[in-house]
């Protein structure tokens, strides 16, 4: 029976690490790439006789995202133990939460190939984060960072109602771009600020009942997710065929060969010996600070998106692009205050301030000149000051220095002529040297017109406003 006989049942469990500046029971910084160990202090080393203290912005950002993905804010959450033994936890336990988390049942509606679906969310829950065990650092030994141990984690567990590799993929790329959206999580997979375990099984088409899934962990790019979902279908449908059975594991994906292997048998709960935390209370939170939360929250990208193809007028696709980053909308809306050509700005952003920001650095919180003057570019170009080319070297030039395009523009002595009667000169010079392609073109040569268009940009240095230089060649030409 071919692959195509199965149907994969997906679920992601993504793990987002919040935007604190210090850890989630204590006050060690969260900064990335400090040196190994530096940012540790005996609570989030395990000491005995340690405290944790709880983060309050950790809970903040739990309800703010609880509130966009449209869960239940529980009133009451408690904390417990997450028992197991590994090198890079160094209690020996995970402060986590098991059966009481603070959010529930959600759903996040993604747009998909097919159209949109919607995917519920089972739960959101806060927890620490582990260590960092470094296997790569000699050949003989593995050492151990704990700079990331008590980093404040979000832990967002999806159903199973994904049934593509594709289908995960954009529902964590949508995931995240919620997320960053709503400031709580950078989205950095590279980092390991945003990562996902997928839970992976695959049944007969027409069966009502699940098969076997397997878990696979810590995949840090989407272009891994999807080659790493697609591989453990194509190998459970293998060993079903084969005459086999679908052992619950862990499995982790090896990039470099492409291949999933396993790392241990799947634990079931009971195997973590969960057990309420006897050193933090329980978690309560009130109405009016879940009512405080809500009033903060930003309009999110799918709505943002409805709303630029509404009010600006905009494709999806340049509505999709300008609101993929909050920056990038929030600064396309600045600049449309002061050029109302909405269309002509999105087609400015989505190639020559993207293609800039791509090839020579920087984000739009960087930007040199100020929404003014990209407005006063754009409105030089549309009133025929410069041609479209020329503006493309003023933005250019603006983007290096932030001067203002009127300087840039008088400095390079790019400013067009306007004038008709200074080019209607040029253009009967032009004819009048050229008598012999005159009859020609109105001999049917039609072919030629090029070659005057041509002749009068070179007399006139290329600064002829060219729809001018059309109109009056056409009325000359008889046209």
Not at 101 to 129: F, N, Q, S, Y
Not at 311 to 331: F, H, M, N, S, V
Not at 346 to 371: A, H, I, P, Q, Y
Not at 413 to 421: F, I, K, N, W
Request: charged share 25%; net charge negative; aromatic share 8%.
């Amino acid at each position: 029976m071919p692959l195509s006989d199965f149907q994969p049942v997906i679920g992601l469990e993504v793990h987002a690490q919040l935007l604190t500046n210090t850890k989630i029971f204590c006050g060690c910084s969260t900064e990335f790439g400090a040196a190994p160990n530096q940012n540790t202090c005996p609570v989030c080393l395990g000491l005995p006789g340690v405290l944790p203290v709880l983060n309050a912005r950790v809970v903040e950002y739990a309800i703010r995202t609880g509130l966009a993905l449209g869960c239940t804010i529980n009133k009451t959450s408690v904390w417990s133990r997450k028992n197991y033994f590994y090198p890079d936890l160094p209690k020996g336990y995970q402060i986590t939460q098991f059966d009481q988390p603070i959010c529930e049942h959600g759903t996040l509606t993604v747009d998909m190939a097919e159209g949109e679906k919607v995917i519920r969310v089972r739960r959101i829950h806060m927890e620490e984060d582990a260590g960092k065990s470094v296997h790569d650092a000699s050949a003989s030994e593995s050492l151990v960072d704990l700079n990331r141990a008590g980093v404040p984690l979000l832990e967002i567990v999806g159903d199973p109602d994904l049934r593509s590799a594709d289908e995960a993929v954009d529902y964590l790329k949508a995931l995240r771009d919620v997320l960053v959206y709503l400031g709580v999580n950078d989205g950095n997979m590279e980092e390991g600020s945003f990562r996902c375990d997928a839970n992976v099984s695959v049944m007969r088409k027409g069966a009502t009942a699940y098969g076997q899934r397997v878990e696979l962990k810590n995949i840090n790019s989407f272009r891994f997710v999807k080659q790493a979902i697609e591989y453990e279908i194509a190998r459970q449908v293998d060993v079903i065929e084969s005459g086999g059975k679908v052992d619950q594991e862990t499995r982790l994906y090896d990039p470099n060969k492409g291949v999933t292997r396993s790392m241990r048998s799947k634990e079931e709960a009971h195997d973590y010996r969960y057990f309420p935390e006897p050193d933090l209370p329980p978690l309560h939170v009130t109405n009016e600070r879940i009512d405080e939360v809500a009033k903060s929250l930003p309009e999110l990208p799918r709505a943002k998106v409805t709303r630029f193809m509404s009010q600006y007028g905009l494709p999806a696709y340049d509505a999709k692009i300008l609101c993929a980053e909050r920056p990038l909308a929030d600064y396309f809306e600045a600049v449309a205050q002061h050029f109302k050509d909405y269309k002509r700005l999105s087609n400015w952003f989505l190639g020559e301030l993207l293609r800039l920001l791509k090839d020579e650095g920087g984000t739009v919180t960087t930007l040199r000149f100020s929404t003014v003057q990209f407005a006063n570019l754009l409105g030089a170009v549309e009133k025929g000051t410069i041609s479209a080319n020329a503006g493309k070297d003023v933005f250019g030039e603006m983007f290096r220095t932030g001067k203002d395009p009127e300087a840039i523009i008088a400095e390079k002595g790019l400013a067009q002529v306007s004038d008709v009667g200074a080019i209607e000169a040029v253009v009967d010079e032009v004819l009048a040297k050229n008598a012999a392609e005159v009859e020609k073109y109105k001999a049917g040569k039609k072919q030629s017109y090029g070659f005057f268009v041509g002749q009068v940009m070179k007399a006139m240095k290329g600064k002829g406003n060219p729809a001018l230089v059309n109109e009056l060649l056409k009325k000359k030409l008889g046209d």
